[in-house]
C-alpha cells in the first residue's frame, strides 16, 4: 500500500453491507443481473464512466481500489480464484451509459443454503423444522453466527471512506499518470489538426514548431483538470513556436548564407 487507512469504523461497515437491499447498488440484482432471484452478495464500492460529467480521479480511483482489494483477498494464496469471486467488476466506463462498476462481497461463512436451523432442548431428535414442531429457529442465513465480512469489503470500505473524507486520490500517482496520458493523446489530436492549416509546412518543420511550443503546449495541461486540450489555446502556442521556429530557420540561412540563396528567407 502507498499510504495507510484507518479501519473502518462499525458504522461504515454497516451502512456499506447496508446496500446490499438496495438493488440498484448490489449484485446480483433485479437491476444489476445476471439472476433475478438470487440473493444479493456483492455491493457496488467504486465507479467511473467517461462522458463529461466523468472524472479521471474517479477512474485512477477504481482501479487502484480494484487491485488493492483483489491483492487482499488473495493474500496468502498462489492463485486469484477468491479475488474472482469477491470481486465483480462490470462496464468500461466509456460513456454515460457505459458505467465501469466493482461490486465486493460484502459477508462469507454463514450458514448453507440448506441449514435446517437452530433447534432446542425440547425438540424431538433430528428435528426437521418443516414436519415436526420445532422450538427454534428458522434460519435466515446466519443462524450459528459465523457469518463475517470479507477482508476484501474492510478493505473496500478502508478506501471508500478514505476518498470520501481524507484524500480526493488513492494514488496521486496513477492519477497524474493517467491524466497526462488523456492529456497527451488530446494534443497529438490537436496538433495534427492544428498542422493541416500549414499544408506547405514540412514534416521537419512541424517537429521543430512542436518542439518550440512545448513548454507553451505543457503549460495548458495545468489548466484544465480532465486533460482536455483547448484548441484556441493549442493554436495560439502552436503558432508563437512556428514564428520562432522560422526565425531560427531564416538567422541559419542568413549565417550560411550562400550566394543567390537569401531568397529563402520565409516572409
Ligand atoms: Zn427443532
Ligand atoms: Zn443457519
Ligand atoms: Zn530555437
Known sequence: ??????????????QYAELLSDANRSWPSYYTGPLPGDEPTHVEMFFWRGDEAGWIGDKSNFETARDLIRGVADERRTDTELSDEQVYECGGGSSAWDVAQLYVQVYEGGCPAECPGTHTEECRPGCDPYVDFCHGQECEGDCHGTQTFTPAFRTAVALAEYVKNDHPFLSEDDYHEQRRDVFEANLDEV?????LHYPYDTEGDHRSIVEHAS???????HYEPDGYVDWDAARDAYDQGRSEHFLDLGRTVLRNEIPG???LMPA
Not at 500500500?1 to 454497516?14: G, I, N
Open 1 to 14: 500500500m502507498y499510504f495507510r487507512t484507518d479501519p473502518p469504523s462499525d458504522e461504515a461497515m454497516a
Open 191 to 195: 496538433l495534427e489538426d492544428v498542422k
Open 215 to 221: 513548454d507553451a503546449l505543457w503549460e495548458l495541461y
Open 261 to 263: 540563396q537569401t531568397a
